[in-house]
DNA sequence: CAGTTGACCCCCG
DNA sequence: GCGGGGGCCAACT
C-alpha cells in the first residue's frame, strides 16, 4: 500500500489506465506512464502493479485490473523474482488470445505489431510528430 | 534512518 | 545492434 495519498493517486492513474487496455491487446510501462502524465515513471507503473492488491473487496484488484496486458518496450515479459510469475502472466494473455513465444534464452515475447495497443498518446506527442502510424503506407492492423 | 532493489526506459558511443 | 550510464521513486533491509 501506497505511504502517502499522492501515491496513491498514483497508484489509482495506474490502475485506471491498465484497464483501459483492450482484452487481446498488451502495451508497455512506459506508454502506461505516458498515458497518466508522468513519462518519467515507467518503474512505478511496475511498482503498482507489483502491489495490486489480491483482496477482492479493494477498489483495484488483480481480478478487476488487466495487469497481464502490460508488458516491457521490447514486447517482452519482464521477468521478476520468481519464474512462475512470468510465466503465469504468459498463461493469462494466451487465455486471452495473445500469442506468446519462448525466445533462445526464455524469453517470454509478444509481437506487439500485432498485440500492441498503440492508439492513445498525448497530444504533445502528436504535436512533434512522433505518431505511431503512417497514412502514406502501412502493413498491420 | 541511510542504503539497495526493482514487473522500466531512453540516450549515447 | 549491444553495452554502459542516468533518471525515477515506493518498498524493503
Not at 492513445?120 to 497514412?135: T, V, W
Request: proline share 10%.
Amino acid at each position: 500500500m501506497p505511504r502517502s495519498d499522492e501515491a496513491s493517486a498514483f497508484f489509482y492513474a495506474v490502475y485506471s489506465a491498465v484497464q483501459e487496455i483492450p482484452p487481446g491487446k498488451v502495451t508497455s510501462y512506459g506508454h502506461i506512464a505516458k498515458l497518466i502524465g508522468t513519462p518519467q515513471r515507467p518503474r512505478q507503473v511496475g511498482v503498482c502493479l507489483k502491489h495490486l492488491p489480491s483482496d477482492p473487496e479493494a477498489r483495484f484488484n488483480n481480478a478487476t485490473v488487466p495487469w497481464q496486458r502490460v508488458i516491457n518496450s521490447r514486447g517482452i515479459i519482464s521477468p521478476r523474482s520468481q519464474p512462475s510469475g512470468s510465466r503465469n502472466q504468459a498463461a493469462a494473455l494466451e487465455a486471452e488470445g495473445v500469442t506468446v513465444t519462448t525466445g533462445p534464452l526464455g524469453e517470454l515475447m509478444v509481437n506487439l505489431a500485432e498485440f500492441g495497443w498503440f492508439p492513445r498518446i498525448l497530444p504533445s506527442e502528436e504535436a512533434e510528430g512522433l505518431e505511431p502510424e503512417d497514412s502514406s503506407d502501412d502493413d498491420e492492423d
